[in-house]
């Protein structure tokens, strides 16, 4: 009977642990909507990553999932594209070139992870090239060959694609031929609203990232929407963004005071969940 009574309290123990620690920090939301000057009535966000798959992903994955967030993950193509990397393990297990095709591996063993726990994914192109200054052909390739290996992993129907640096996006009247090219391949292009500058070095340091998205959330009327985050560097084949992998688990709380966070979905009706 003792024994029943201590395993029970043992088990109680666990589970209130579980419960405190389903969110590691905490925010003092009244502080928080002060500093920030937000509106009473909540905002609709949601978080996307661009530039993975890289070696921080799992870490995001892990406090999206503790904080129940649905993401949106733009991919580039070759960096989960393992057969352009020689497989020469067998024979050389110690070469540059196994060491990097196995670290491909990995990469589309965490694009799998992102479907698997119900992460939205989108292309981010072939490669993290300047579309519209692509000769015509090359910006069908990459195109093209971006979704000839993202396919599989695909969540929405039409497919979603987000272009390196906004580009073909921003300047659509004067460069048509890039959203064209998207819409004769069956993409839809997700764009954001706010941005939380993480890329920039400038700002990978204190809560600069946080500030950024906060103002922009917050100030004025503020803003709703789709917030661009970086979980990949786009010149580096592995290493990701790992001041905002860092962090993350961090700024959630604050912008929870400020705002909900949705799928993607919520914003883009027309997507079809596969
Ligand atoms: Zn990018």
């Not at 123990?13 to 405190?20: I, K, N, P, S």
């Not at 726990?117 to 490669?127: F, Q």
């Not at 803003?223 to 963004?241: K, M, T």
Request: aromatic fraction near 10%; proline fraction near 4%; include cysteine.
């Amino acid at each position: 009977m003792i024994n029943i009574r201590k395993k029970a309290a043992a088990l109680l123990t666990v589970l209130a642990l579980c419960a405190f620690s389903s969110s590691l920090f905490a925010a003092d939301c009244a502080e928080v909507r002060e500093k920030y000057q937000c509106p009473i009535e909540k905002k609709k966000i949601t978080l996307s990553f661009d530039d993975g798959v890289a070696d921080v992903t799992p870490k995001v994955l892990d406090v999206l999932n503790r904080e129940k967030i649905q993401g949106t993950f733009f991919v580039l193509g070759n960096k989960v594209n393992c057969s352009i990397y020689k497989n020469d393990c067998s024979t050389n297990p110690e070469s540059q070139s196994c060491q990097s095709f196995q670290l491909c591996q990995q990469r589309v063993h965490t694009l799998k992870r992102i479907k698997n726990e119900g992460h939205m994914i989108g292309s981010h192109s072939y490669k993290h090239d300047r579309h519209s200054e692509l000769p015509a052909q090359l910006l069908e390739y990459n195109i093209r060959k971006s979704r000839a290996i993202l396919e599989p992993y695909f969540t929405t129907e039409p497919a979603i694609f987000r272009l390196p640096y906004g580009d073909g996006w921003f300047n659509q009247k004067t460069k048509p031929q890039v959203m064209a090219a998207l819409e004769r391949n069956n993409f839809k292009h997700i764009g954001w609203e706010m941005t939380a500058y993480d890329w920039n070095p400038d700002h990978q340091k204190g809560d600069k990232i946080l500030d950024n998205v906060m103002t922009q959330m917050c100030a004025g009327k503020g803003r709703v929407g789709v917030i661009l985050f970086h979980d990949g560097v786009f010149e580096n084949e592995h290493v990701g963004r790992t001041y905002t992998a860092d962090n993350l688990a961090r700024w959630i709380p604050t912008m929870r005071c400020a705002a909900d966070f949705v799928p993607l979905t919520y914003f883009k009706k027309d997507l079809r969940v596969k």
